[in-house]
């Protein structure tokens, strides 16, 4: 199940979203319309994309007005050509022209995040490789961006920093050393949790094996590197490649026989899907 | 003066972004560290990049501890090359860790978007045209996005709904024509915007032109189209050029001699610039 | 169209009064009444007035009971004499108790303004000049402020500090001067606001004029003034008086010729119009 | 004391009421101003008045910019002349210009209502009468609202609906009669509230008295009327006169001997102070 | 009737309850079912109880998602055997997984207070004592512990500080004595109000009569001394008893013929009612 | 490090919990002070308790009023003899007076979980067993109260829905049984999370366990039951003991061998500890 985030949670988006772009009122519409117009409107895709959003594009309509029909024509995780009609939207034309922009914004970034997050899983099918997110996100949009990431059919790492254990160098210096490190954690910390650590290098892998790691980062290591220390795992630990990992390169990565690789252009480098909105006066 | 937002708006955007990403915890930080260690940490950019940010950059780390001390070495604006140290943050360990990733969130960011604006208006020096931004930003983020436009060096279109009218091709119909739209705002609304509207061949610019347009948008028209509808408008009004104008064609657009150039990729399609946080422990 | 704030706007305002009022709860009502009680209460008019704010007046009750119905008898903008009925509401006689003070708070306010703005609407009659409002509001309330201004046949203003550019004395002189001001603005500001500027005197509309201000704004001049000044400026910018101006001063400024005249007094000095609420218990 | 409201009350109404005027930033000062230029401003009173809310004039300025220093020159109660110089700000000539208008809407509204607390109060010196304020207050800003009504010299009501009681003819009614009601109140409500009720004639004070009722308001009566039910009570319980009391007529109600006068105008027909702030540009 | 809060306040108490519980989503649950799947619960007692706060059990159901179906089976103020079905709730079963323990939270604290309360006045049963509440509550959650204290049969003291005057010690020593407290307060408050005053012996409770206190709490007295005190009285004034009181003592307290007994215990040391949810997979 | 809960974190709390208590205002402080009176309070320990929440409870009086200075006497995890100090505050006497009860109600909430969670923790020393808390907590309370959990010795389960996963009969059966929801998350979810499932008997275990479930919850087992079930799992896999354990009975209980034990009464059913604030006019 691709669990979409809360209905809570997503109006609470919608409604910082809405209040950002209305302001004191949408004056154009305001001063064009006469108040009781009817419209129509269809979204279509303007190129090949993966649809992520649906849900939130029809949320961002109805919560500006409750009396707007929506009808989605398609599913989040569907790959559509470019042409296809995504949605219809039918009721008062101003509330349509109104929230137009903002129920566009989301789900475009949401489709051109599901659609780089396909590509990227595409590009390691038949590997064991899995493709993760960061936490690299738009501040304020993460659970829809990290929706999006499993629309696409890539996996989420933690959420935020409360609900996974990630012990960084800096960590692992100010607690003298990687045992010490993970030492100190079981010693203070929820048994629920797995503790993942990153690994600089095969020594450091090793000592992080040794000291009980439930997962090792391999921290912009080369392929080569990934090779050797993947060798000396054997599998006692699941391994993780992370570092400016390209959608050219992650083929090679995904080669080794590694478990994850976590790529943060999923979701802070986006190029927001091409999708616009067909509007028409009257039905 | 590229003027920031208030610490007010900055304030909570970064409140958002730091609850969304702390949840219940920094379960790591609080499991590793013993709660007393100091700590210091340069922002270095790892690309060039023009800088913009740096103020939001400081209050997320200040938002999150007040005891932090926070020293900018780069100002906004500037263009730096790959290496550059752009600030240093000292004491607490832990608070540091804690905010790290937020704080570069929007810093790389805002920083990404000013280097793309940077790019597109270095593009068309010389020429009379400005580029300006769209609405196609980040929800929730677009104090951010429209300043960062600005610190590279483009122009804010309209910042929402509220400020500007816009009179595109559905109001257009609503109305009954280019003529009868531009009557009817001139009836209803605001003395103190000025009024632009959609035109998509020349024989709507004639009409907007004669019905008293204040800037009229050329839609989605051919370089020659745009030319054609100059010579007709004789600077009575100034013009806009809308519509996937890149990077590659923008100087052609420029040379025309059009007013203004909208770019919505400026903030719908951002890649972060690369900046990594180093942290030392200890003084 | 006079265009309502939007629910939102709406609700959000009606939280904070109800709220304010209620409090940890009724105590009175919740210890005299049972529980189940039903009742009706009808809104009248007990002087004359334009009605405005009858969608608030309604979306107060609907806001604290889902439950009750309410059904409009009059509608904004009508100017309704002495004991004609406004509404009925019925349902929860609890409910309607509870609810009345605030709805009528609101809805005493906005048709006091209203009924304000008709006046000085109707002592222009006949000559150009339209009357505007100021950023004078009760706080809180300014998008119902400014919408029963409008109700009343008076214009807006600008929204607030966002929508509009008033360049002040104060500004002028942090510029070193009227020109030089007008043209710092035009180097830093969005190309779709327009242009005001203050002037004190002949000379100083002379200077505003030739730097290229859209409207000049007349400070606290005399009528005599106000003449001569028009007399210079023969239409080419929009001119606005401005300073205490009176209902019985309004004709005589009007009479000048002038486009616009600002009177704080619509919004900051308002005489509640006087409504009352006769509630019946049972059917 | 006249106990002014917390910090936390004040600073919510001032952050709602800020944002409302800035929007999404002032874009005047923005514009003209390179962003470091000082100022200095003064407050003055325009005409004859009684201070009130200087601290919340203080408070508006600080909230926005912290950097500014206040000096408040005038005293809450203080009855000032025209030309008084109110208090001066000095600092950040942006932050001035910004917070102006916010600053000025709350302390005239304040001024305003205490001037008229005052001149109600003085009509009514020598004579045993109180005056008391309503909740007819502006919605959201009822804590400065009868703060200020007693900074004038007048008293507070209850607050809201949940410090007070107060039976009025629907709950009577509902209740099935005086009697009963109170009856009803006593068994089910906090024995820390007194209980005052609506009476609209002789016989119904007599009925409120008998079953023991705290305070009787005697509603909308005439002086006489209010002088046999005085007669009758001989002072067994405190009487209240409500009902359209003006500041021509309070005195004849005052000298029948009541105890309270309620007048709703203090707060639902304030006009405002008339305060105005002369803002210099530099030291 | 027990006044149950208003919705909109125990929506708030949910809503902060649930995004407490929730986080960034029930991972549980998302991961383990489909989506789709239909359930049904039954609350069932585990102990003998006096029930309270059904319908805040039901509005949290709810407010998760407004789908389910929710059959209230015992009515707030019954006292139920253990075994006893208190509620069916059918729909989504992810839905009713994921608010089931926020819900059963709430509704076990509430019913455990009106279970003790309702031991503490039935221990008083024929004596004229009344059980009262304190401020000692669950900060966040006043609302929901002083309705079920009032379903258990005891009742409410005042609910803040801003609904009922207690004058304590060290506001006495403050004003100088109680006859000066006393007085002071009659100056400067609501008069709507009854003033309680402390007294720790019998030459305080003399001295708080003479000023005219209209309740005076004997604090932490003997029963001996409370009788002393209350032949002295002889009804002038109604007395409450307080401190420390406990189940088995408060019977002897109530049979001096005290009007009230005070008893923190009833909120600040609350024993959850067993109350357990039982969830059938499908209809 | 006990992690004490972000400050933002706590002063949500706190202001929630003294706007519910102040409302519009402590008017009994407001009526018998002056104004300006100074005070000086020490809160005393009435009864043995261990200390938690000495940073919350001074928070609390700082957050109505900064200039107030608070001297903490005691820290968080000592067990203190009854009469002693635990901190003293000085300053404004309104302010102490007012911030009094709610400072209180926090402080003695936590210090009577840690209490309590230490006599748990004593009860089970010498053995292997680690006391857990639940998610039985008071809404909107959860991160005190499981900070005071720690605080007093004993352990964290999962601190909501997102940071765990807990697999109950529910699920199981939703799932079609233990293999079949083990596989069902384990495709799901993130990598990141530990894995527990409950078991009602051996034959569930032996399940779970070959299922892959990296911890057991051994739902209101028999200390038999659960010796046979350790017996067969030989620390394959650690062990929770979950359902009604007292503290009489914990001891049994941690003597099996078992891994944790989980205990709701910690947090569901606390009793306050004994702590009192003696404030004294003046210094």
Do not use: W
């Amino acid at each position: 199940m691709n669990c979409l985030p809360s209905k809570h949670a997503i109006h609470k988006i919608i409604r910082i979203a809405l209040e950002e772009d209305i302001g004191a009122g949408d004056v154009t519409t305001a001063s064009v319309l006469q108040g009781g117009e009817k419209g129509r409107a269809v979204a279509v895709a303007k190129s090949e994309m993966v649809v992520a959003g649906i849900e939130v594009f029809k949320e961002t309509f109805l919560f500006l007005d409750g009396g707007l029909k929506f009808k989605g024509l398609a599913t989040d995780g569907a790959l559509v050509k470019k042409g296809v009609v995504l949605a219809e939207i039918s009721g008062s034309l101003g509330s349509i022209l109104t929230a137009e922009r903002t129920a566009l914004n989301l789900f475009q970034r949401m489709s051109g995040i599901a659609t780089l997050a396909r590509r990227f899983s595409d590009e390691v099918k038949g590997t064991k490789a899995k493709i993760l997110d960061t936490r690299k996100t738009a501040p304020g949009l993460r659970v829809l961006d990290k929706y999006a990431v499993k629309v696409g059919g890539a996996y989420n790492h933690r959420f935020g920093l409360d609900d996974g254990i990630l012990i960084k160098d800096n960590h692992i210096e100010a607690a003298g050393g990687i045992t010490a490190a993970l030492e100190q954690v079981r010693r203070n910390l929820s048994y629920m949790l797995k503790v993942e650590i990153e690994a600089k290098n095969l020594k450091e892998v090793k000592e992080a094996l040794a000291a009980g790691a439930d997962i090792i980062m391999l921290d912009n290591m080369s392929v080569a590197d990934m090779k050797e220390c993947m060798k000396f795992v054997k599998g006692r630990a699941p391994l993780e490649a992370s570092g400016n990992v390209s959608l050219a390169g992650v083929r090679a990565v995904a080669e080794t026989g590694i478990d994850f690789i976590s790529v943060g252009a999923l979701t802070h480098s986006v190029t927001a899907a091409d999708i616009s909105l067909k509007i028409k006066h009257g039905f």
